[in-house]
């Protein structure tokens, strides 16, 4: 019988995506993992925080007759591999961005969502990557920073509850 795990990524890179994600992945920290086997809660995995990944996902990985729902999925198949070397088959995988381009629906999450009368992504969460999963430059010095979850605690538990819906 086959399962379903519903994966989504959340990354930091000094490469801007704009760049391709080749280029963003050579440079990309794996912040969270967030997945959901069939209709079961979702798991987080809170890589920066030092959470491993575990047993349970890497079972999922060698198990053929799993398949891997994302959105967007080229996107997080080169993270996922080029963060952790984990792979996910390309033929085990159902890309919805794909099946809603087939379908000429809206190809964003977001516009999908709203469309199919799912709601739209959370606006808070636009903020929180661009607090958590973009570097800043600082005028100054021209040099960047960024923001990691010990500098903004509280926002940290909202950038997990937004990757985790």
Known sequence: MTKYCYLDLETYSTIPIKHGTYAY???A?????CYAIDNHPVTVVDVACGDKIGQEFISLLKDPSVKFVMHNSQFDRVLLSSTTGLHIPVERIIDTMVMAKISSLPASLDD???YLGLGRKLHKGKDLINVFCIPKKLRKTGTYTRNKPSDLPSMWIDFKRYAAR
């Open 112 to 114: 999908l969502g709203a």
């Open 25 to 27: 992945a050579s440079k």
């Open 29 to 33: 920290e794996l912040l969270l993992l």
